[in-house]
């Protein structure tokens, strides 16, 4: 099974994708090294070495981040899958 994640700064009172407006644009997170480090704080074992696709790869589940190529980080993407679905993900 797998799952893709959008990570941004929506504003307070969204409660679903259809109340954010068409010319909605988020926030900056940061410099995407910054975004990185966040990250690492919580999640030590992903594998940045490229900070464009980070990966953390556990028994049971697989995580990539994409965090595109800009320096500035107005959002990046998780992909989450199961075991099963680990061995066909983007990064492997």
């Given at each position: 099974m797998s799952w893709d994640l959008s990570i941004q700064d929506f504003p307070q009172d969204v409660t679903s994708?259809?109340?954010?407006?068409?010319d909605f644009r988020p926030?900056?997170?940061?410099?995407?090294?910054?975004?990185?480090?966040?990250?690492?704080q919580i999640l030590p074992d992903v594998d940045f070495s490229d900070p464009t696709w980070g990966r953390?790869?556990?028994p049971d589940f697989c995580i990539e981040?994409?965090?595109?190529?800009k320096e500035i980080c107005d959002g990046f993407l998780l992909h989450l899958r199961?075991?099963?679905?680990?061995?066909?993900?983007?990064?492997a």
């Open positions: 994708v259809s109340e954010i407006s068409d926030c900056s997170l940061g410099h995407r090294s910054e975004v990185i480090a966040r990250i690492h953390l790869e556990q981040f994409n965090m595109g190529a199961d075991g099963d679905g680990c061995s066909i993900a983007g990064g």
